[in-house]
């Protein structure tokens, strides 16, 4: 039965149909009849952020912890331009997000009408797809689209521009199941000879490694069922991408920690050293390979994707598979269990004997201070107070302080981990914490931040208050542009051009100021009282972590180097082979 409504109630309609419960927005003239219409009911609940960038992250806050799309309203014009830093950040972490804008009237556009912007243009790069919808009847069928283009295949943001006349006029509303959305149905089942050609090696490898990335969270929880089996039956070790944290459980004994730029020794060695590297939902991001032609050179390398152009883009490797991980790792368990469980058991534990030599070299140990707290201190403390946390959620900010959360933090789960991968946001985690705490009520939230980035979108502490969301903001306040400082200190010489900030706002009174708790901490002996207190506290707390200004973020691959060539830090330099701190294996 079809249905006669305007623009503006398909648009509620559809969020409806598609089972939407929060939009992140803020108004202007050319989405007031939406605005109008989401006045008018309460099935969708609308969070008023304070800047249109803060609404685009925390609708990926929200997204990275359901696995549902995040949802953005706002208006034309400089609405739309604000937004385009969040949906090219999920764009590149792939982050399913659905961005609605308003637009001037069909009839002016192209006059340079009162905030009028190319939203369409300018979005095109930065979405997965895009829409100018000029007639209401197109209106519902194109959001039922838009969702489905959003979450399936690479997920990611699309964005639909709804003039004003479009969002008066009256049209007829096509249902969700009647949309036509079969032109894009990404393959999800892997081939069965290239899975089966892969689990010949997985029964031959002597030294094999698992790098699994964001693609198994996408994946949903399944796919880390799967991978915990894979790695529990084969006994292999296991490393992950920044984004693919939490996918499998950092206490689970084949766990090397995240590999990369800012990887631990065992889990860059193991890629370095070993024969079958097995890609599972991961793109071979720059912070991974190091310098191209020294990336793993002894190995047979698969890649499980299910984006075709993220196969081969970097690496060429010697079986692609396309697919989504859950089917494929269901596939290659079954064929591999059919074929009767087989690995080289023996040249595997030989594999365990190295790494757990490359293991007790201890990579993250740092020399800790009786007055001065130093970042790692301050993260080991917060792990050990909230780990056993039933509902725990982190997200960061960019710089050091998100490197040492990816090192000192252990995520047992997926979805609990939410952090700018790609693109490097500074100024994602505050309104990350917020998307994270509208979805899950109960959950504790600590959003991990550097002062500097904390700046950056620190309005929406506003939001906190006024929807009472108890995120706690934890800062390390090192008083600098600690990542861009410590390159300058690396590879620059030393010369800090511009990376400290000589004025910053007491912490304490701004948590006052927009009716949160402000505490601050200098005092290693202190912290776990002041800690406490954060997390006692029924509200938003903004924790202003006084540490250590000069603290390096170690080990480092240092760019156009290899994972053999990691820089491990003052105290450990002496213990390296080779000059100027470089480990050579
Ligand atoms: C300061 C800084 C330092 C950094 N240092 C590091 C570092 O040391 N180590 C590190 O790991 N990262 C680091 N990063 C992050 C890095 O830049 C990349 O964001 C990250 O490595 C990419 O992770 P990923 O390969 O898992 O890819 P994602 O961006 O998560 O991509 C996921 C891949 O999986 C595929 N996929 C998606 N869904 C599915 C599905 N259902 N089934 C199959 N495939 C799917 C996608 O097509 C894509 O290829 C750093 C970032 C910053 C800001
Ligand atoms: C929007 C944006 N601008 C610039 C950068 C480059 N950048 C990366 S890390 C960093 C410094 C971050 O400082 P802070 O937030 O205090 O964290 P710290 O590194 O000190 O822990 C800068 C400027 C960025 N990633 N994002």
């Known amino acids: 039965m079809s249905k006669t409504m305007t623009g503006a109630q398909m648009v509620i309609q559809a969020l409806k149909d598609q089972g939407v419960d929060t939009i992140f927005g803020y108004p202007g003239g050319a989405v007031l009849p939406i605005y109008d ?139 969700k199941s009647k949309s036509k959305i079969d032109h894009y149905n990404p393959q999800r089942r892997g081939d069965l000879d290239a899975i089966t050609e892969l689990v010949e090696l997985i029964e031959k490898a002597e030294r094999p490694v698992l790098y699994t990335g964001g693609g198994v969270i996408n994946s949903g929880n399944q796919a880390s069922q799967l991978l915990r089996e894979l790695v529990q039956e084969t006994n292999f070790p296991i490393t992950s991408t920044l984004m693919g944290l939490g996918s499998y459980p950092a206490s689970g004994k084949n766990w090397l920690g995240m590999l990369g ?44 994707d299910i984006d075709a152009s993220s196969i081969n883009k970097v690496i060429s490797v010697d079986i692609p598979i396309l697919g989504d991980v859950a089917c494929v790792l269901e596939d290659l368990l079954k064929i591999w269990k059919s074929r009767g469980n087989k690995t080289n058991s023996a040249k595997i534990l030989d594999w365990w004997s190295q790494i757990n030599k490359w293991r007790e070299r201890k990579c993250l140990s740092y020399k800790n201070s009786d007055t001065i707290i130093k970042p790692q201190y301050a993260l080991e403390r917060l792990e050990f107070l909230t780990k056993d946390h039933p509902n725990r959620f982190i997200t960061t900010e960019v710089g050091q302080h998100q490197m040492w959360a990816a090192q000192y933090l252990g995520f047992e789960d997926p979805h609990r981990w939410m952090t700018s991968g790609g693109l490097g946001t500074m100024g994602y985690g505050v309104p990350a914490s917020v998307g994270v705490q509208v979805a899950h009520n109960d959950g504790l939230v600590i959003n991990i931040a550097g002062e500097a980035s904390w700046l950056m979108n620190m309005q929406e502490m506003g939001t906190c208050t006024q929807y009472n969301l ?12 600690g990542m861009v400082r410590q390159w300058q200190e690396l590879l ?72 053999n060539e990691m820089l491990m830090g003052d105290d450990k330099t002496e213990n390296a082979i080779g000059s100027s701190g470089a480990v050579m294996v």
């Open 37 to 175: 219409e989401i006045f008018q009911q309460s099935d969708i609940k609308h969070i008023l952020v304070r800047h249109e960038q803060g609404a685009t992250h925390a609708a990926e806050g929200y997204a990275r912890s359901t696995g549902k799309p995040g949802v953005v309203l706002v208006t034309s014009g400089p609405g739309a331009t604000n937004a385009v830093t969040g949906m090219t950040d999920a764009l590149m972490d792939s982050i399913p997000m659905v961005v609605l804008t308003g637009q001037v009237p069909t009839f002016m556009i192209g006059s340079d009408a009162f905030q009028e912007a190319d939203t369409v243009g300018i979005t095109r790069p930065c979405t997965k797809h895009n829409w100018l919808v000029k007639e209401t009847d197109k209106l519902s069928e194109t959001i039922h689209q838009a969702f489905h283009i959003a979450t399936s295949g690479r997920p990611g943001p699309v964005l639909i521009d709804i003039p004003k006349d479009v969002q008066f006029a009256t049209g007829t509303y096509t249902e």
């Open 261 to 304: 730029m800012h990887g631990t020794y065992e889990a860059n060695l193991s890629m370095h050293g070993c024969d079958l590297l097995i890609n599972i939902g991961a793109r071979f991001d720059d912070r991974i390979t190091g310098v191209l032609d020294k990336f793993s050179p002894h190995s047979k390398k698969a890649h499980i």
């Open 492 to 563: 620059h010489g030393e010369r800090y051009s511009n990376s400290w900030s000589e004025s910053l706002p007491d912490f304490v009174k701004l948590a006052e100021a927009f009716g949160a708790k402000g505490i601050q901490c200098s005092d290693p002996k202190k912290l776990d009282d002041a800690i406490i207190e954060m997390l006692d506290y029924d509200g938003p707390v903004i924790f202003d972590c006084l540490v250590e200004k000069h603290e390096n973020c170690f080990p480092m691959i240092p760019s156009g180097k290899a994972h």
């Open 470 to 481: 108890p995120a706690k903001q934890f800062i390390l306040n090192n008083e600098r542009l």
